[in-house]
């Protein structure tokens, strides 16, 4: 079969298999892709993204997919460009999105030979499947897990074809099944984590259960009664020793309260999941489910006290913010997302500071708050949000980042004028340096000669300059602005770039915790 042929069949097995976007960084080896992609983005049957960066490509077919929830193949030649796709590939297989890699590849005989851009690419990403025949693709198919197809093609690599991509009859998969729950009675002191892409379940059981939930930010859970400041409870609050048992969902990652107490040995932990996304590693008291539920609703006095709890805490909290610190620019973006909305936040201190002060939302209202928590990451953010952002009809797409994230992942930036786009905010928070270390150990006085150059990295780049080198529209605002700005309609890709203060931020963190100490003393 020639190359022209395997990638027409290809590309045609893709669209049975329900693919509706790909992504192509363009090559010579992979030339046949290309065309077959083209001939299928003029068809209307696979939307085509062309990114010249194959890292910024793979991130941008994560996006796509996390939010989508549906696979998404990124095509690259062979190489290097096979080698860019790692960053994406790894977030994808710990965060579970069905990412395709689709690479190029010179034909096997040429292996171990001095040939152009030629290495070995099988199984180049460890823990990822691996295919080398496209008729075994359907096993990519229907799953939350990442795959690597790599697609040996000879010459010649360019055919003349007058003929149409065929539209592929649309596949059918098997079901996972019903799955088998754990029924938990009521009586233990309970409270439900949940951890990123958790989903409704854990809202639901804890709802129906009459427990609190402790949800963060991109769980897909702070809803309805979630708590607010629930790691400034388990830190402070005397309710934190009284916990009895522990449901946990999703990939918890956010905070050390959080991991301290999924790594308690006293008490009973249920995790929903496997040791992949349980942070720690587990002990004889923790069970692994694929469900749970519950056999009644539990004493509302315990669910109340949390929720008393919670609002002296957040009260505490909200009266040290003056308007310009980094939680009031989070709170004012928590706000800013509408019903049918789509918030992507970024690593580091951004979904930190969200999960601090972010406000549940209410119950139905289809709003979609993802990142990527796999490995949580800088890189690739932005090319994830816009791809986040292509995949999905919003009221209003917003990216919340830091100024390293920003600049991370600029190229992410760098989109062809023909290319699709989103209307997508992204807002900056610019404290010119990775402020989150300051917070932590590395940040304290014996480290003050040596903080600025080894963490703090600040780089006194021109975002705006930037943001016009790439044709981007760029706005300096302050945070008393901020809100005003996010209600305004957006036209293509705007960045927002807001000036935050990173001197005080050890100092703040000290007094915040400190105020909620003192909130929540009997």
Same mark, same amino acid.
């Given at each position: 079969?020639?190359?022209?042929?395997?990638?027409?069949?290809?590309?045609?097995?893709?669209?049975?298999?329900?693919?509706?976007?790909?992504?192509?960084?363009?090559?010579?080896?992979?030339?046949?892709?290309?065309?077959?992609?083209?001939?299928?983005?003029?068809q209307?049957?696979?939307?085509?993204?062309?990114?010249?960066?194959?890292?910024?490509?793979?991130?941008?077919?994560?996006?796509?997919?996390?939010?989508?929830?549906?696979?998404?193949?990124?095509?690259?030649t062979? +190489?290097?460009?096979?080698?860019?796709?790692?960053?994406?590939?790894?977030?994808?297989l710990?965060?579970?999105?069905?990412?395709?890699?689709?690479?190029?590849?010179?034909?096997?005989?040429?292996?171990?030979?001095?040939? $152009?851009?030629?290495?070995?690419?099988?199984?180049?990403?460890? =823990? %990822?499947?691996?295919?080398?025949?496209?008729?075994?693709?359907?096993?990519?198919?229907?799953?939350d897990?990442?795959?690597?197809?790599?697609?040996?093609?000879?010459?010649?690599?360019?055919e003349? *074809?007058? &003929?149409?991509?065929?539209?592929?009859?649309?596949?059918?998969?098997?079901? +996972? !099944?019903?799955?088998?729950?754990?029924?938990?009675?009521? +009586?233990?002191?309970?409270? *439900?984590?949940?951890?990123?892409?958790?989903?409704?379940?854990?809202?639901?059981?804890?709802?129906?259960?009459?427990?609190?939930?402790?949800?963060?930010?991109?769980?897909?859970?702070?809803? =309805?009664?979630?708590?607010?400041?629930?790691?400034?409870l388990?830190?402070?609050?005397?309710?934190?020793?009284?916990?009895?048992?522990?449901?946990?969902?999703?990939?918890?990652?956010?905070?050390?309260?959080?991991?301290?107490?999924?790594?308690?040995?006293?008490?009973?932990?249920?995790?929903?999941?496997?040791?992949?996304?349980?942070?720690?590693?587990?002990?004889?008291? *923790?069970?692994?489910? &694929?469900?749970?539920?519950?056999? !009644? &609703?539990?004493?509302?006095?315990?669910?109340?006290?949390?929720?008393?709890?919670?609002?002296?805490?957040? @009260?505490?909290?909200?009266?040290? /913010?003056?308007?310009?610190?980094?939680?009031?620019?989070?709170?004012?973006?928590?706000?800013?997302?509408?019903?049918?909305?789509l /918030?992507?936040?970024?690593?580091? $201190?951004?979904?930190?500071?969200?999960?601090?002060?972010?406000?549940?939302?209410?119950? =139905?209202?289809?709003?979609?708050?993802? @990142?990527?928590?796999?490995?949580?990451?800088?890189?690739?953010?932005?090319?994830?949000?816009?791809?986040?952002?292509?995949?999905?009809?919003?009221?209003?797409?917003?990216?919340? *980042?830091?100024?390293?994230?920003? /600049?991370?992942?600029? $190229?992410?930036?760098?989109?062809?004028?023909?290319?699709?786009?989103?209307?997508?905010?992204?807002?900056?928070?610019?404290d010119?340096?990775?402020?989150?270390?300051?917070?932590l &150990?590395?940040?304290?006085?014996?480290?003050?000669?040596?903080?600025?150059?080894?963490?703090?990295?600040?780089? !006194?780049?021109?975002?705006?300059?930037?943001?016009?080198?790439? =044709?981007?529209?760029?706005?300096?605002?302050?945070?008393?602005? /901020?809100?005003?700005?996010?209600?305004?309609?957006?036209? !293509?890709?705007?960045?927002?770039? %807001?000036?935050?203060?990173?001197?005080?931020?050890?100092?703040?963190?000290?007094?915040?915790?400190?105020?909620?100490?003192a909130?929540?003393?009997?």
């Open positions: 079969m020639s190359a022209t042929t395997t990638a027409r069949e290809l590309v045609r097995s893709l669209h049975q298999f329900g693919v509706r976007e790909a992504v192509l960084s363009p090559g010579s080896r992979s030339g046949p892709l290309a065309l077959a992609l083209a001939a299928a983005d003029q209307r049957l696979i939307r085509l993204h062309v990114r010249v960066d194959e890292r910024e490509a793979g991130f941008l077919a994560l996006g796509l997919a996390k939010a989508s929830r549906k696979p998404v193949p990124v095509v690259t062979s +190489g290097t460009a096979v080698a860019n796709l790692h960053p994406a590939m790894l977030e994808a710990h965060a579970r999105v069905p990412l395709i890699a689709i690479t190029a590849d010179r034909p096997s005989r040429l292996r171990g030979t001095g040939a $152009n851009q030629t290495t070995d690419q099988q199984q180049i990403f460890p =823990g %990822v499947r691996f295919l080398d025949d496209p008729d075994d693709l359907i096993t990519f198919m229907g799953r897990r990442p795959g690597h197809l790599n697609l040996e093609l000879d010459e010649p690599l360019v003349p *074809v007058s &003929e149409p991509i065929e539209a592929g009859r649309p596949a059918t998969y098997e079901d +996972g !099944g019903t799955r088998r729950a754990i029924i938990l009675e009521p +009586g233990p002191r309970t409270v *439900v984590v949940a951890g990123d892409d958790a989903k409704q379940p854990a809202r639901i059981l804890a709802r129906d259960a009459g427990w609190p939930l402790l949800a963060e930010p991109s769980s897909g859970s702070r809803n =309805g009664e979630a708590l607010v400041a629930y790691r400034m388990l830190a402070h609050s005397p309710l934190a020793e009284q916990i009895e048992r522990v449901v946990s969902f999703g990939h918890a990652t956010i905070s050390r309260p959080v991991t301290q107490l999924l790594s308690r040995t006293d008490i009973e932990i249920v995790h929903v999941g496997t040791q992949e996304t349980f942070p720690i590693p587990a002990g004889q008291n *923790v069970r692994f489910a &694929e469900a749970v539920d519950h056999a !009644g &609703e539990d004493d509302p006095a315990w669910l109340a006290a949390w929720h008393d709890a919670d609002a002296k805490a957040t @009260a505490a909290i909200d009266a040290l /913010l003056d308007g310009t610190t980094p939680y009031d620019v989070a709170r004012t973006i928590n706000a800013a997302v509408p019903p049918e909305g /918030l992507f936040i970024g690593s580091s $201190n951004p979904i930190r500071d969200l999960d601090l002060v972010a406000r549940p939302y209410t119950v =139905g209202e289809r709003r979609l708050i993802i @990142a990527n928590r796999g490995l949580a990451g800088i890189d690739g953010t932005l090319s994830s949000a816009i791809g986040a952002a292509l995949a999905r009809t919003s009221s209003r797409s917003i990216a919340y *980042v830091g100024d390293l994230t920003f /600049l991370h992942g600029s $190229n992410g930036l760098l989109i062809g004028p023909g290319e699709p786009r989103p209307d997508l905010t992204i807002v900056v928070a610019n010119d340096g990775g402020s989150i270390f300051s917070t &150990e590395q940040g304290a006085p014996e480290y003050a000669a040596t903080f600025e150059r080894v963490y703090a990295t600040p780089t !006194g780049a021109d975002i705006a300059a930037l943001c016009g080198a790439y =044709g981007i529209q760029h706005r300096r605002v302050e945070p008393a602005d /901020l809100a005003a700005a996010l209600e305004e309609d957006v036209a !293509g890709i705007r960045v927002l770039e %807001v000036p935050v203060d990173r001197a005080g931020r050890r100092d703040l963190t000290a007094r915040i915790g400190a105020a909620v100490r909130a929540l003393q009997p």
